[in-house]
C-alpha cells in the first residue's frame, strides 16, 4: 500500500474532541442501568434472605435497607427500572425499523430520558 500522507492528525476521534450525541448517552445509560439494576436486585434478594434467616439478621438488614443509603439505592434502582424498560421499548420501535431518521431518533432519545425520570418520581410518590 502506498505511503499516504494523512498529516498529524489522531487516528480516532478522542474526548477532547468528540461532541457525545444524545444516541450515544443514551446508549451508555442504558447499559450502566442494566448493570444498576442488578445491585437494587441484591439488595432485594439479601433482605429476603434475612427476612428468612432470623429476627436479628433481619433487624440488622432492615436497617441498611431503611436507611438514607438503602433508600437512594432503591430510587436510583427505580429509575433505572425505568430507564431501562423505556429504551427496551426504543430498541423494539427500531426493531421494526421505525423511526431511525436523526430527528425521530432524538425525539425517542429525550422521551426515554424524560420519560423515566416522570415515571420513577409518580411512582415514587404513589408507592
Do not use: C
Not at 443514551?26 to 444498576?36: A, D, F, K, M
Not at 432485594?44 to 434467616?53: M, N, P, S, Y
Not at 431518521?101 to 422521551?111: I, Q, R, V
Request: proline fraction near 2%; avoid cysteine.
Amino acid at each position: 500500500m502506498a505511503d499516504v500522507n494523512r498529516g498529524n492528525r489522531p487516528l480516532s476521534p478522542h474526548l477532547q474532541i468528540y461532541r457525545p450525541q444524545l444516541n450515544s448517552i443514551t446508549s451508555i445509560l442504558t447499559r450502566i442501568t442494566g448493570n444498576g439494576l442488578i445491585v437494587g436486585s441484591l439488595l432485594i434478594v439479601w433482605w429476603l434472605l434475612a427476612a428468612a434467616t432470623s429476627e436479628d439478621y433481619f433487624n440488622t438488614v432492615n436497617a441498611f435497607v431503611t436507611s438514607w443509603f438503602g433508600d437512594l439505592i432503591m430510587f436510583l434502582s427505580l429509575w433505572a427500572l425505568w430507564y431501562h424498560t423505556l429504551a427496551g421499548i426504543r430498541h423494539l420501535i427500531w426493531d421494526n425499523a421505525k423511526m431511525l431518521d436523526l430527528e425521530s431518533a432524538e425525539k425517542l432519545g429525550w422521551a426515554v430520558v424524560g420519560g423515566s425520570v416522570i415515571l420513577t418520581i409518580l411512582t415514587a410518590l404513589i408507592v
